[in-house]
């Protein structure tokens, strides 16, 4: 029913910045957000968008450093990373479910994941 597809992952050295895209299939009206994991870690919440991109939420390590956006009209979310460090490196996934509040804790659906590597 929905498919999501990242991009943009690669490797920066700390100070730099990237910019992830996240393709949904067809034409949706979810929410939509990103969530990362480091290896040995847990996942972590990142942030998120309501369909609208009325409200948007940011997890405290990235807040003042990354944004998150949204083209409806392509079905893309977007998430302008700045300032990376290397706390920042992990696998970053993108996930859609219902709203944006559900989105801090869980998805109901979620992409393959884009590779985010931050050297210092």
């Known amino acids: 029913q929905v498919q999501l597809v990242e991009s943009g992952g690669g490797l920066v050295q700390a100070g730099g910045s990237l910019r992830l895209s996240c393709a949904a299939s067809?034409?949706?009206?979810?929410?939509m957000g990103w969530f990362r994991q480091a290896p040995g870690k847990e996942r972590e919440f990142v942030a998120t968008?309501?369909?609208?991109?009325?409200?948007?939420y940011y997890g405290d390590s990235v807040k003042g450093r990354f944004t998150i956006s949204r083209d409806n009209a392509k079905n893309t979310a977007y998430l302008q990373m700045n300032s990376l460090e290397p706390e920042d490196t992990a696998l970053y996934y993108c996930?859609?479910?219902?709203?944006?509040?559900?989105?801090?804790?869980?998805?109901?659906?979620w992409g393959q994941g884009t590779q985010v590597t931050v050297s210092s």
């Open positions: 996930a859609a479910d219902i709203n944006s509040f559900k989105l801090r804790s869980s998805a109901r659906y």
């Open positions: 067809g034409r949706t009206w979810y929410a």
């Open positions: 968008i309501s369909s609208g991109s009325t409200n948007t």
